[in-house]
């Protein structure tokens, strides 16, 4: 099984600020790299799929990079409504799905 | 705009299968380049994939639930279902359907159902 490991798993920030969650796999998965949004009590919101394509509605403070095994989801500027939990998911292995730990992005 | 819901019983006894059913609506279950799935999330874990159907049927199960679980289609009620036998408390989780994405590159969960809290107790 592709492994996916997040970091870090909890970040304090404050609105305004530039933030960068890493992502990395056990093994190199190209580009098929998706990262969701989740608020709680709410189902998960797909932000970036394919490494870097940013989903349709989605703000362009956030963005998406990276290939093989190391990537990145960076926010521009945080707002208020971006504090949540952030996961990664591979998608190179359609016969087994997985997401990262989460990161939990929290106000400062 | 496609939704997706989620319906089932929200209490099941330990031993007993969890059946769940996902209703998709503003749009069709037979479309090429989507598959449709099932990912669980325990009370303040993290998400868990449990497996993708195509409309014609054919599956892929998480390789750990593999031996418990079963996906089918129904397109003429565009319906698509979950089926986790031999149930434990560790199975208690919020079960979400979704839209997963085929092409390219992209083989992302674009549209989620709100979710259902199943709770695996006697």
């Keep these: ?20 969650i890493t992502c990395r796999a056990s093994q190199s998965i190209s580009n098929y790299l998706n990262w969701y949004q989740q608020k709680p009590g709410k189902p998960p919101n797909l932000l970036i799929y394919a490494a870097s394509s940013l989903q349709s509605g989605v703000p362009s403070r956030f963005s998406g990079s990276g290939s093989g095994t190391d990537f990145t989801l960076t926010i521009g500027s945080l707002q ?3 504090f949540a939990t952030y996961y990664c998911q591979q998608s190179y292995s359609t016969l087994m799905f997985t997401f990262g730990q989460g990161t939990k992005l929290e106000i400062k | 705009q496609l939704q997706l819901q ?3 019983p929200g209490l099941v006894k330990p031993s007993e299968t969890l059946s769940l059913t996902c209703t998709v609506s503003g749009g069709s279950i037979v479309i090429s380049s989507y598959y ?3 990912i669980r999330q325990p009370p303040g874990k993290g ?16 390789p750990s639930l593999k031996t418990r679980v ?5 397109p003429s009620n565009n319906q698509f279902s979950l089926k ?7 199975d208690t989780a919020i079960y979400y359907c979704a839209r997963r994405r085929s092409n390219g590159y992209d083989y992302a969960f674009d549209i ?4 259902t809290l199943v709770t695996v107790s006697s």
Excluded: F, H, K
């Excluded at chain 2, 079963?70 to 129904?74: A, H, R």
């Design chain 1, 1 to 20: 099984d592709i492994q996916m490991t997040q970091s870090p798993s909890s970040l304090s920030a404050s609105v305004g600020d530039r933030v960068t």
């Design chain 1, 80 to 82: 208020p409504e971006d």
């Design chain 2, 6 to 8: 989620e319906s089932g």
């Design chain 2, 36 to 38: 449709w799935g099932w």
């Design chain 2, 47 to 62: 998400l868990e994939w449990i497996g993708n159907i195509y409309y014609s049927g054919s599956t892929y199960y998480n």
């Design chain 2, 70 to 74: 079963t996906i089918s289609v129904d």
């Design chain 2, 84 to 90: 986790l036998s031999s149930v434990t408390a560790a």
């Design chain 2, 112 to 115: 989620w159902g709100p979710g």
